[in-house]
Structures are given as C-alpha cells and as structure tokens.
C-alpha cells in the first residue's frame, strides 16, 4: 500500500515540474512575442513620424502658363530647403473661378496644414476662407489679395514701387524731358490703380520737366490698347514715351507705334513680361518692362506658411521683388527665370 501511495506521489510531482515548464516556456514565449509586437508598433510609428511631413496646399490661378510654372518652381524650392509637403495647382484658363473653388474645397478637405491662395475672385472665396479659419489652417495669400483678413500675409509684388521704377526708365529713355502717355489695364483694380499712380507720382515728384499728357484705360486688351495709343499719338505728335500697364495695354503700344511706322520715335516702357514683348525689345520697338519675380512668389508663399506653423511672426505683406529687363540683361538667370511668355 505505501508503495503504491508513494508510486502516485512520484507521478503527481513530475506532472506538477512539467506543467510548471510549460507555464514557463508560455509565460517566456509571450514575453517574447509581447516584446517584438512592442518593437514592432514603434518601428512604425518611428516610420510615419520620419514619413510624417508638414503639408501646404497651394492653390494658384492657373497652372500651364509659364508664370505660373515659375511659381511653382519657387514653391518647390522653399519646400525642399524647409523639409515640407506641397501640392501645387491652379485652373486650365484664369477665368474659371468656379473650378478654383472646388480646388481650394478639396485642398481643405486633404486637412493641410496651410495653405497657399492666390484669388481669382476676390470676394468667392470668403466661404471657404472662414472654414480655414475656423479650423485653425493659416492661409497665406500669394500673387493678389482677398477681400478679407483671413490670411495672415499677402506675397505679391509691390506695384507701386515697380511702377516707379518704369517712370524712372522712361525719364532716363527720353532724357530728362517731354510729353509722356500712359495706357492702363483698368482704373478699379488694385494693380491698376498702383501701376498708375506710383507713375504718375514719381514723375511729376523728381521730373520736372515731364508733362503727362494723358492717361487711358484700354482694359488689358491688345486691340483697345492699340486703338488708344495711335489717338494719343495723333493728338500728340510731340509725345515721347508711352507707359503700358500691364501684358496687353504694352503690347497694344508696340503695335500703335509700328502701325503708324514711328518705331524709333517713341519709347515704349512695359509692365510684365511675354513673348510679344520680349520680341519687341529684341527688336528695339520696346525699351524694356518692369517684371514680377513668380519665383519670389512662390517662395515666400511657402516660407510665410512655415514661419507662421512654427509661430514666427509674418509680415502683413512680403514684397516679392520686381525686375527691370531689357535688351542688355535679357538673359541673366535672374531674369530668365521672371520673364514668361
């Protein structure tokens, strides 16, 4: 009998040592696997915090134009010297506000954490601006304004300064003296009012001896521009120089004085830049124009965004440079990369 009492004892034991390695090995086994699944849940967190980048929407006017690609260009390189994210995009044709709102719609969708807006419209995108807001995304205007103090800063040229600047070319090109004229894209729009004035005001404040004769709004367009410039020409036959706002009012100039053949007799200063008139510099109907730097543009779109995510103080606005450019300097790098067809 104690034999067989001892015997179960013996056979108790060793299944007691047994089931305690087993427990073991399990409690061993989990330890393990608890260990890997942790190193595994921080490697992937390491990996979408590397991933993880600041994300800016940039929302422009259009897309296929050569300004527009420059500004871009700005745009990416900001982004690479600053380590973040952009998307850049913008409409066929620079009409179709509609479509530039269902861009900066999906853009706030994406939940970025800024975004990039130059307006079409003014006043459209007030909605959409207000949802930024309330959603803590700062907006940073680039190229033109808003009718509203949601964004933070304004990246654009100062019109007024380079406005001044073209008076100061004309006064050099017709030395010192004479009747000047200036065709204007419009008399309501911020640009065109700036493009005027800052004219208008250095020449009648540092040259005397200029006497503005006549001042025009041909809306931008080539051939009410053109119509406009061989009036003044007619109604002034001593003028000497022509002022031309923007892209179209210059073009119409350059036209006006080659159809009534008085190329060499009227200097021409342009605003902005594109094949016709970079032909007619070439050409020597046009003196030279005053050009947006869209490079700059995009660059300090970017730049203001990340400063203002890092809590650094942005300008109300960032004057993005401009550039005088003529037969002489034509293709320096830094002008090449401002003018644009």
């Known amino acids: 009998m104690k034999k067989l009492i001892m015997l179960i004892m013996v056979v108790l034991l060793a299944g007691f040592v047994v089931a305690c390695g087993d427990n073991e090995e399990t409690v061993d086994s989990n330890s393990a696997g608890n260990e890997e699944g942790a190193e595994a849940n921080a490697g992937n967190n390491g990996e979408e915090a590397e991933d993880a980048e600041t994300y800016i929407a940039i929302v422009s006017k259009g897309f296929q134009h050569q300004f527009w690609q420059a500004v871009q260009e700005g745009a990416e390189q900001a982004a690479e010297e600053f380590n973040v994210e952009i998307t850049f995009e913008g409409p066929d044709d620079e009409s179709q506000v509609d479509v530039q709102m269902d861009m900066l719609l999906n853009a706030l969708d994406r939940g970025p954490d800024a975004i990039g807006f130059a307006a079409l419209d003014s006043q459209a995108s007030t909605s959409l601006l207000e949802t930024a807001q309330e959603r803590d995304i700062p907006v940073v205007a680039f190229d033109s304004g808003v009718d509203s103090d949601i964004p933070i800063t304004t990246a654009a040229t100062d019109n007024y300064a380079a406005a001044a600047l073209a008076a100061d070319k004309m006064a050099e090109n017709i030395g010192g003296k004479g ?80 159809e009534l053949d008085r190329a060499g007799d009227i200097v021409i200063i342009g605003f902005d830049s594109g094949q016709q008139q970079i032909d007619a510099i070439e050409s020597g109907v046009m003196v030279g124009a005053v050009t947006q730097n869209p490079v700059g543009i995009g660059y300090e779109t970017v730049k203001a965004a990340v400063d203002a995510l890092n809590g650094e103080e942005v300008p109300e606005l960032i004057d993005t440079g401009f550039l005088w450019f003529d037969a002489e300097n034509m293709q320096d790098e830094e002008v090449q990369a401002a003018i644009y067809e």
Do not use: C, W
């Not at 309501?188 to 005397?208: A, W």
């Open 179 to 258: 009747e000047v004229a200036l065709v204007i894209h419009d008399q309501t729009s911020v640009t065109g009012v700036q493009r005027r004035d800052g004219f208008i005001e250095k020449i009648e404040s540092d040259y005397p001896d200029i006497e503005i004769v006549d001042t025009q709004y041909g809306g931008g367009d080539h051939l009410e521009s053109t119509n406009l410039a061989k009036t003044m020409m007619q109604s002034h036959p001593e003028l000497a120089g022509i002022y031309g706002s923007n892209e179209g009012s210059a073009v119409g100039v350059v036209n006006a004085v080659k």
